[in-house]
């Protein structure tokens, strides 16, 4: 884990990029385990150990509303079967949270996408007000740009549009706007719902850069 000072951090009235040359204005959040992560190459690389049911996260410091959020990560192979989840996500508490979650998907779920081999399992989900997920097939070993846009319609409320390398992969009018705001997360954690065993290998992401801009 980085702890420098020093980090090119882009800040202007209607964006802010986080590079991540250090962790500069992001802190812990790990749940489960000890913080899993460390700064390389202009990457932050976070993993999850094997057998293990380790949570490793990363937050904003700073809060944020109505905008586009952008991640650009790393998605490798992962282990076939592992319950272990690359998050992306906005979260306020458990009942105001927004996620991108990429995985191996358990087999039920594989089946009804009649997912590949080579395919993992992208779940976009608001957890809450009201719940809604949907899912995608993806392809390992390659980066993604995953971006959540947050509008606000003549009441004030947020409207979600969930994209993935650009294309729209699902939308949900939310009932809070923006009085909610969200802290930004990284985090791999090793979770029951995203596959059929617990993970055999370490799974690993790599986030290049997380980006916010304002409407």
Do not use: C
């Given at each position: 884990?980085?702890?420098?000072?020093?980090?090119?951090?882009?800040?202007?009235?209607?964006?802010?990029?986080?590079?991540?040359?250090?962790?500069?204005?992001?802190?812990?959040?790990?749940?489960?385990?000890?913080?899993?992560?460390?700064?390389?190459?202009?990457?932050?690389?976070?993993?999850?150990?094997?057998?293990?049911?380790?949570?490793?996260?990363?937050?904003?410091?700073?809060?944020?509303?109505?905008?586009?959020?952008?991640?650009?990560?790393?998605?490798?192979?992962?282990?076939?079967?592992?319950?272990?989840?690359?998050?992306?996500?906005?979260?306020?508490?458990?009942?105001?949270?927004?996620?991108?979650?990429?995985?191996?998907?358990?087999?039920?779920?594989?089946?009804?996408?009649?997912?590949?081999?080579?395919?993992?399992?992208?779940?976009?989900?608001?957890?809450?007000?009201?719940?809604?997920?949907?899912?995608?097939?993806?392809?390992?070993?390659?980066?993604?740009?995953?971006?959540?846009?947050?509008?606000?319609?003549?009441?004030?409320?947020?409207?979600?549009?969930?994209?993935?390398?650009?294309?729209?992969?699902?939308?949900?009018?939310?009932?809070?706007?923006?009085?909610?705001k969200f802290k930004i997360f990284c985090s791999i954690e090793n979770l029951t719902f995203i596959g059929d065993h617990i993970p055999?290998?370490?799974?690993?992401?790599?986030?290049?850069?997380?980006?916010?801009?304002?409407?």
């Open positions: 884990m980085s702890n420098a000072n020093n980090s090119r951090v882009s800040n202007t009235n209607t964006s802010k990029i986080w590079n991540f040359d250090t962790l500069t204005e992001w802190e812990d959040a790990t749940q489960v385990g000890n913080p899993n992560y460390w700064i390389e190459s202009g990457n932050l690389h976070i993993f999850t150990n094997p057998n293990t049911w380790e949570r490793s996260k990363v937050k904003t410091i700073s809060s944020f509303t109505a905008g586009t959020y952008t991640w650009k990560v790393f998605i490798p192979e992962m282990g076939v079967g592992d319950m272990a989840s690359i998050g992306a996500f906005l979260y306020n508490n458990d009942t105001h949270e927004l996620d991108f979650e990429i995985g191996y998907g358990n087999q039920a779920i594989r089946n009804q996408l009649e997912a590949d081999p080579d395919d993992l399992i992208a779940y976009m989900t608001s957890q809450a007000n009201p719940f809604q997920s949907f899912k995608k097939k993806i392809k390992r070993g390659q980066w993604y740009t995953l971006s959540l846009e947050l509008t606000l319609n003549s009441s004030r409320k947020y409207h979600v549009n969930w994209k993935i390398n650009g294309e729209l992969t699902g939308a949900t009018q939310l009932t809070y706007g923006d009085k909610t055999n290998i370490q799974n690993y992401a790599l986030f290049d850069s997380v980006e916010f801009k304002s409407n």
